[in-house]
């Protein structure tokens, strides 16, 4: 790529998983916001924002960012979870609770439909 060619939302990501890799969190979350600035509904993006706020302790921006996820998604187990893993560290127990529920009822309910389909195919 030359530098007249401009990044894809999909170079941002990565660029932003290398920085978050490397402890360098505001970098990270910059280069998610690029990548969502190009592609709003990215949603491997829209995790690692999550991710990298919960890293810097900015629990409301990660719920913030987890339930930007689960808008596209309702049944992103990651998104709850990351919602639940917030509110435990906001202490806000019975949300985190919840939130936790939703995630592990998906699990089970995905678990369920993977059951199923491979007894089929036996």
């Known amino acids: 790529m030359t530098d007249a060619t401009p990044k894809s939302a999909e170079d941002h990501y990565y660029d932003g998983i290398d920085f978050f890799g490397a402890g360098k969190f505001t ?3 910059a ?8 592609d709003p509904k990215f949603g491997d993006a829209l995790h690692g924002l999550a991710q990298a706020y919960h890293a810097q302790q900015d629990f409301d921006r990660t719920i913030e960012a987890a339930r930007r996820i689960l808008a596209l998604d309702p049944e992103d187990i990651l998104a709850w ?3 639940s893993r917030a509110y435990q560290r906001k202490n806000m127990i019975p949300e ?3 939130a936790g529920s939703k995630a592990r009822i998906l699990g089970w309910k995905q678990q369920l439909r993977e059951q199923k389909a ?5």
């Open 96 to 98: 985190a609770e919840e």
């Open 118 to 122: 491979k007894s089929q195919t036996e």
């Open 81 to 83: 979870t990351t919602i």
């Open 27 to 29: 970098e990270a979350i």
């Open 31 to 38: 280069e998610y916001n690029r990548a969502l600035a190009i």
